[in-house]
């Protein structure tokens, strides 16, 4: 019987990550392009030994900016399979017309050139500010010191977290491990996104301001396209798509899975759609271990949003489907009213109610209720005969908090994480592009 329990994955800026947890069959540099005025790191790459079969998930926003035009395109003409993630930070290039479009092309034949591959190999990312130009010399000129750069040690997957950030104050790194019959199967991903966090992603199938998120996910286990597809929805459907800092999505939205197949352990096919467990052990661990990355990414971007002082995770239950609880989650994460309560340690729990019944979905207000932690604050739509208002203030002054909300109507449940909203986040995006 294969050993196929996935290992915890390593925490957030763990500095014992080592050179054993990076996914075999890749390389990964980052250096100055002088996109970013602080002078920092903004040009990073993953680089495939062979090409990797990728899939990918995009912003559901209508505005879509150049890289991910082209992105889709080379993913189509490769048919997902890859050798360069080329990634710049400092420039979205995005509300750029075609003149943006042919910029990411230029850098992607740049990049070919360099890696030794055609150029839909390359898949182009960028994050930074809208309406900008990206300055395509700037970038072309790094790539030659950014190909000497290559390593495939931690320290490389490193700076290209760290290259890759932008209004972040720290790096997002996530791993994870399993073994099959005595063979280790990695999985390691970094990530950026601080601000214009709510992704809603779609597969690149279905896909049609100046801070994004960008996920990029390594395996070295064998992933044909389609199955790899499918557990990627799977993973960023729990896990991405269940956050939220200031609900604007962003124009950049990307998450990028990549696997080199450096393992020879093969992953089969399964469909999430149905209820039935997943058979397939090595299957069933590399969903978890997915899974597992992906949850930890979106919670260390939650963790680092734009002047926080609060992460909060809503617990809804009784709603009549899980899609009608996603929505009462997303009202409540969404209201300026329930997050400056937050911010301002208020346990003002009628606006909660408020962003409830506006939700959109079927509510009977007289049957909701509404807990801080394990304070019962709301029972039947009104205020709790047991409610102890010095006691929820204290609870609110606590930088992890829950709230739990029960609609009494039917079997939809919904976890996510999201944050309040405070004087330094409007601080940090007033003057964003001056």
């Given amino acids: 019987m294969a050993d196929t329990s996935p290992t915890p994955h390593t925490p957030f800026l763990n500095p014992l990550l080592s050179d054993d947890q990076v996914p075999r069959g890749f390389s990964f540099a980052a250096v100055r392009a002088g996109l970013k005025a602080s002078g920092n790191p903004d040009l990073a790459c993953a680089v495939a030994d062979q090409p990797a079969v990728a899939a990918a998930m995009f912003t559901s926003n209508k505005v879509i900016a150049a890289p991910l035009i082209v992105g889709q395109r080379h993913l189509e003409r490769s048919q997902h399979r890859l050798r360069v993630a080329l990634v710049n930070a400092g420039n979205a290039n995005c509300a750029t017309g075609e003149a943006g479009v042919n910029a990411a092309q230029q850098c ?10 055609d150029a839909h190999s390359v898949f182009p990312s960028s994050t930074g500010i809208i309406g900008v130009l990206l300055p395509v010399d700037k970038l072309t000129a790094a790539l030659p010191p950014l190909h000497a750069a290559l390593g495939s040690t931690a320290a490389h997957l490193q700076q290209m977290a760290g290259a890759i950030m932008t209004t972040d104050t720290r790096p997002k790194i996530a791993v994870a491990s399993f073994v099959v019959n005595g063979v280790t199967v990695r999985i390691a991903g970094v990530a950026k996104g601080a ?7 779609r597969s690149a199938t279905q896909a049609a301001p100046h801070a994004t998120m960008l996920v990029f996910l390594f395996t070295d286990a064998a ?6 597809s499918d557990l990627l929805h799977h993973a960023v459907e729990s896990s991405f798509n269940r956050i939220s800092i200031d609900g604007d999505t962003s124009t950049n939205d990307t998450v990028l899975l990549l696997a080199s197949g450096a393992t020879g352990v093969h992953i089969r096919g399964h469909s999430h759609a149905t209820a039935h467990p997943i058979d397939d052990a090595p299957t069933a661990a590399f969903s978890s271990a997915l899974e597992s990355v992906c949850l930890s990414l979106a919670m260390r971007i939650v963790e680092d949003g734009e002047g926080i002082q609060h992460v909060v995770e809503l617990n809804i239950a009784g709603a009549l489907t899980d899609p009608d609880a996603l929505r009462v989650a997303r009202s409540i994460a969404h209201s300026p009213l329930v997050k400056t309560a937050w911010a301002g340690c208020d346990p003002n729990w009628g606006r909660i109610l408020a962003a409830i019944g506006y939700a959109g979905v079927a509510i009977d207000p007289a049957l909701i209720n509404i807990s801080f932690g394990e304070l019962e604050i709301c029972r039947g739509g009104c205020l709790s005969p047991r409610f102890d208002e010095a006691a929820t203030h204290e609870y609110l002054k606590q930088r992890d908090l829950t709230i739990h909300i029960d609609l009494g109507l039917g079997p939809g449940t919904c976890h996510f994480w999201t944050t309040d909203l405070t004087a330094e986040y ?9």
């Fill in 426 to 434: 409007v601080r940090i995006n007033s003057d964003y592009s001056t």
């Fill in 195 to 201: 601000g214009m966090i709510h992704p809603q992603l």
């Fill in 108 to 117: 992607c034949a740049s990049a070919a050139a360099i890696f030794g591959c």
């Fill in 223 to 228: 992933v044909e396209p389609g199955v790899a």
